[in-house]
């Protein structure tokens, strides 16, 4: 769990707020089946390299899936299992390999798995003989999927421009909009760091919960997923914030340097008793 030490640095590092969410995870469980330890052994390392190949943070599992599964408390033929495994594991995906001996070889089965559900899976038959390490046949699970071909598009006509005229906008009501917009922006950076400091807690919490049975596991899962939360709800507000009051000071700030500006104009009249100047001090339109 990576601790969420953001608060105090969200106004420097507005710019690179998309490295606040977490890199995506990738972990190769230990394989299952009836083979041998050693030949388990390199092809788990086969599938690793081809996992760090196509995901520079993919790793290597400790456990098998069905000790995970027996580590939550769910069967692993559950479709719901997967999800409470990969939310124990705290990752994004799980690698999941089945080895059967056929005639002439053995059969690898290998599926990746995502939060949601989503998966994919490929298989195929290493001949007697041939090295683990020669998984052809499952290279392609750890490659990215093909981009979708782009649909053409139609030009879209020109618009004929249109000139509209405007009433002027009333100063006044633009100042208290902007007024309430920068305090509206303070609001939610407020809010913002609020939710990072509950989610500071919620670390706390998680370093001192124990991990001794499968109840404790689901509590640290628990634990991890309201420190999420929270961490979550934290950058959007303080984002937010910084944004909303950035424009309205922005626009305050350049309405009052506009309504500042002046002119001063000399012009001959006609008084009661005679001729002079008058000078006319207003602002410029």
């Known amino acids: 769990m990576i601790l969420r030490t953001l608060g105090p640095l969200f106004v420097l590092t507005l710019a690179a707020s ?27 390392a086969a599938i690793v390299k081809l996992a760090v190949a196509d995901d520079p943070q993919a790793a290597a599992g400790e456990l098998n899936f069905t000790d995970a599964a027996t580590a939550v408390g769910c069967k692993p033929e559950a479709a719901a299992c997967k999800d409470e495994v990969l939310g124990m594991l705290a990752v994004d995906e799980i690698v999941i390999t089945t080895l059967a001996p056929r005639p002439g070889g053995l059969e690898i089965t290998v599926r990746r ?4 559900g989503g998966s994919r899976d490929a298989t195929m038959l290493l001949a ?8 052809d046949g499952i290279a392609p699970l750890f490659a990215p999927p093909p981009a979708p071909a782009p649909l053409p598009v139609a030009p879209e006509p020109t618009p004929s421009p249109i000139v509209t005229e405007r009433p002027p906008l009333d100063p006044t009501s633009n100042r208290r909009l902007e007024i309430t ?49 929270y961490a979550t709800l934290g950058n959007v507000f303080a984002i937010s ?13 350049r309405d009052r340097r506009a309504a500042a500006t002046t002119s001063a104009r000399l012009m001959p009249t006609v008084l009661d008793h005679g001729a002079g100047v008058v000078l006319t001090i207003g602002g410029l339109p």
Do not use: C
Not at 128 to 135: E, F, N, V
Not at 208 to 221: N, Y
Not at 241 to 253: D, E, K, M, P, R
């Open 18 to 44: 998309p490295a606040v969410a977490d890199a995506h995870k990738l972990l190769v469980l230990q394989s299952e089946g009836r083979a041998d330890a050693s030949t388990r052994s390199k092809i788990d």
């Open 113 to 116: 798995i995502s939060k949601g």
């Open 128 to 135: 007697a003989g041939t090295p683990p390490d020669k998984l």
């Open 181 to 229: 917009g920068m305090a509206g922006g303070g609001a939610l950076v407020v809010l913002g760091l609020l939710m990072w400091s509950a989610a500071n807690g919620v670390d706390s919490d998680i370093a001192k919960a124990p991990t001794s049975t499968a109840a404790d596991l689901r509590h640290l899962r628990d634990l991890e997923s309201k420190g999420d939360g």
């Open 241 to 253: 914030g910084l944004v909303v009051g950035g424009i309205s000071t922005y626009f305050y700030v």
